[in-house]
């Protein structure tokens, strides 16, 4: 939704990613609230496999985010080179689900886990970018009164890796990143998709109605 680039602070002498919404986007309200929305996830996240944010604010009408800047390869980067050891599958696997564990203590749903969003620092630690689509809900309520901090009543995703629910326009919840975290995790340890399908409407049939291949 953003473009982002490096930028360098100079109150603090660090780099960091600074993330604008581009020209075209300014004058559409609901692209400036999903932009705001991803803001207010990441301030609600303190988790080390999760991007910092540092600001968000508006400058000559242009609306910015300050985050972290994450060095390292995005994980499809890596899986386009193959599939990975079993070893280092568990130990992202595991930063995987800790991180959501801890988003979804805080009341918030990423609802786009993919390979691209997933970056490998250097260090060899996982970090999840991107909640442009994340959505806030409330832990100590009931499934079905999880609410939309967009309120916009559309699909949201990617397709590849979207929920069954997602497909259907039907109220999400923390189920849905537990289905985009083992989508990652197939193609983890096989370096293909689950529905590997390109065509939209043969890949959506197989997400409702079949099985990974195994």
Not at 166 to 178: H, S
Not at 183 to 212: C, G, N, W
Request: aromatic residues 6%.
């Amino acid at each position: 939704m953003g473009v982002v680039y490096r930028a360098n602070d100079e109150q603090l002498e660090r780099d960091v990613a600074l993330k604008v919404l581009p020209a075209g986007l300014l004058a559409d309200e609901a692209a400036r609230k999903r932009f705001r929305n991803e803001a207010l996830a990441l301030a609600k996240l303190n988790h080390p496999n999760i991007e910092t944010v540092h600001e968000f604010g508006s400058e000559s009408d242009l609306d910015f985010l300050v985050m972290e800047l994450i060095q390292g390869v995005p994980l499809s980067k890596k899986l386009s080179e193959g599939p990975l050891d079993e070893a280092l599958t568990r130990k992202l696997g595991a930063q995987l689900a800790e991180a959501m564990a801890a988003a979804h203590a805080q009341g918030v749903i990423h609802r786009d886990l993919k390979p691209d969003n997933l970056y490998i620092t250097s260090e060899g630690r996982l970090k999840i970018l991107d909640f442009g689509l994340a959505k806030l809900f409330h832990p100590q309520t009931a499934i079905d009164q999880t609410q939309s901090i967009d309120d916009t009543g559309s699909v949201a995703g990617t397709l590849p890796y979207m929920s069954p629910e997602q497909l259907r326009a039907e109220v999400v919840d923390t189920r849905t990143d537990i289905y985009g975290a083992g989508a990652v995790l197939y193609e983890m340890a096989t370096s293909q998709r689950p529905f590997p399908d390109k065509q939209p409407t043969r890949l959506i049939d197989a997400i409702l109605h079949s099985s990974p291949q195994r």
